[in-house]
């Protein structure tokens, strides 16, 4: 079957031939963004591992304050108990003036 001088087989042919060439370069230009946009992934990546890290490090410090704040309340109730008890005080309020001053 031809319509004028090109037959069904040739304009089908030249019809994949364009898809397959749109592919292509639809390809390429995915290629070349992802080799663009790796820079500002791994910056991101950089920033997120950095937050990460002061996180931890303040939660290292809470778990510091509380720890130095239930000694400082089990001391105080200790005394309250006995009503003699100053020389645990005195060890609590150096371990939390120790703590302040590192703060």
């Not at 397959?20 to 920033?47: P, Q």
């Not at 950095?50 to 400082?72: M, N, P, R, Y």
């Not at 109730?77 to 590192?102: C, M, P, T, Y």
Request: one cysteine or more; hydrophobic letters at 45%.
């Amino acid at each position: 079957m031809q319509i004028g001088d090109v037959t069904i087989s040739a304009a089908l042919t030249w019809f994949l031939g364009a898809c397959v060439a749109v592919a292509a370069i639809a390809k390429a230009v995915e290629i070349i963004k992802g080799l663009f946009g790796r820079g500002k992934i791994n910056s991101d990546i950089k920033r997120h591992e950095e937050a990460l890290t002061k996180i931890s490090a303040d939660v290292d410090k809470l778990k510091k304050a509380q720890s130095v704040q239930c000694k400082g309340m089990l001391s105080l109730i200790n005394h309250q108990l006995s009503g003699n008890d100053v020389d645990k005080l005195r060890d609590a309020r150096d371990e939390l003036l120790g703590f302040l001053a590192e703060g």
